[in-house]
């Protein structure tokens, strides 16, 4: 089987590991902070809190900002569940803006349109989170220009997207937003197994998530309410969380991250390869906009189903059955069982529905090699009855 994503480790990365284990500290020790500072460095962002997923990162980020009971928390539907369910955690209220048909991000027209009549109706919301879908950044310019005039905080869900840039910066640097999330699962662009990372420009935010991620406890005797009663002493501030990353985590991550440039630019070097080998396919291949340079974590095509004589679903099972692991990013999240009780219909994205009945992700991680992709082009002209 061909994956679609698929990790890269090598012996660096092993022994970087190996390393901690035989060290004095496999949690909090110097690799934490030493891979939160290599990474917000790379970015050009002033803080940035590594924790055990990006869906806890997400946790954290909305609660920083105040989401809560009565606020609501806007998104895209197209994007994995954790970019949503994050404000439900806080106990807010998830509403959706439909996605670009172009870019499948976002859409900025669709959101101005939404958050107009939010305006008129007195329900912004307090947060809206963005999500860099494939690693291709969203009109962060547009974005924000946006949130500022209506006062809503913005969230970068960039698990996709950390190695890419928008309009010639690292996402993460946080010019056009509150906080940004990278996700380090192993399908992702690099990987700590499990992990995710919280950036922001803003020292207050920071202080909180970094509070939030260790129970709510805080050992600064500045801080605390009163005189620590011994060395011993630390007090509990917040309702906090075990969030935090491990050292063997972090090295890993350290270690990756030292190929990220190596490892985006290959991605890109396949995705060129993809646009001429599908060039003269009934397919739609992923669309660049111009501010923007992709993470490229996902190559995503859509099918011209009016040109075609097979199903989209024929497509996908005839790929799997030919050992191509073909995906799906995503199902649309308004339409998930659980979503469907706060009265969503699946047409109330009408862009989102239709980007989910033609989408498929093709394999795209760095290790895939030239044969691969021709295997994964040819099985995919088989699967289209070409
Ligand atoms: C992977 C992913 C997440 C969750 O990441 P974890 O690190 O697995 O928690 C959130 N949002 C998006 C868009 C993702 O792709």
């Not at 630390?234 to 190596?262: K, W």
């Not at 739609?284 to 993470?295: F, I, K, L, R, V």
Request: overall charge negative; glycine content about 6%.
């Amino acid at each position: 089987m061909i994956p679609y994503g698929k990790q890269d480790i090598r012996q660096s990365d092993i022994d970087a590991v190996v390393d901690v284990l035989t060290s004095d500290f496999l949690t909090q020790g110097p690799k934490v902070p030493g891979f939160e500072s290599a990474v917000a460095q790379k970015v050009g962002a002033k803080h940035a809190l590594a924790v055990n997923s990006a869906t806890s990162a997400l946790h954290i980020a909305c609660l920083a900002l105040d989401l809560g009971e009565g606020d609501w928390l806007w998104t895209t539907p197209v994007t994995f569940v954790a970019s949503a369910n994050c404000g439900l955690y806080c106990g807010a209220k998830v509403d959706f803006v439909d996605i670009d048909p172009k870019t499948y991000n976002i859409g900025v027209d669709s959101l101005r349109e939404k958050l107009e009549k939010a305006a008129k109706e007195n329900c912004l919301p307090k947060a809206l989170v963005v999500v860099h879908l494939c690693g291709q950044p969203c009109e962060m310019l547009a974005i924000k220009a946006l949130a500022d005039k209506y006062d809503v905080k913005v969230i970068e869900d960039a698990s996709h997207a950390i190695g890419g840039k928008y309009q010639g910066e690292y996402i993460g640097n946080g010019r056009y937003s509150d906080i940004t999330v990278f996700s380090f699962h192993p399908v992702k662009i690099i990987t700590t197994a499990e992990g995710g990372m919280a950036l922001t420009n803003c020292d207050e935010l920071a202080n909180k998530m970094n509070v939030l991620r260790s129970h709510g406890i805080i050992r600064d005797p500045e801080r605390m309410t009163h005189e620590p009663d011994g060395p011993w002493y630390y007090q509990q501030v917040h309702l906090g969380f075990n969030y935090r990353m491990t050292e063997l985590q972090a090295a890993l991550g350290l270690s990756q991250l030292e190929r990220l440039d190596e490892y985006v630019a290959k991605r890109h070097t396949l995705a060129k390869r993809y646009d001429e080998l599908l060039k003269d396919l009934p397919v739609t291949c992923p669309e660049q906009h111009a501010d923007t340079y992709s993470g490229l974590h996902l190559y995503v095509i859509r099918l011209k189903l009016n040109e075609l004589a097979v199903s989209h679903k024929a497509v996908f099972e005839s790929l799997r059955a030919q050992d191509i692991g073909v995906n799906l990013h995503y199902i649309p999240v308004h339409t998930q069982p659980y979503y469907k009780k706060f009265g969503f219909k699946a047409d109330d994205f009408p862009e989102a529905m239709s980007y989910y009945r033609e989408a498929i992700s093709l394999p795209m991680y760095p290790n895939l090699t030239v044969s691969e992709q021709s295997e994964v082009v040819s099985a995919l002209k088989a699967a289209l009855s070409l």
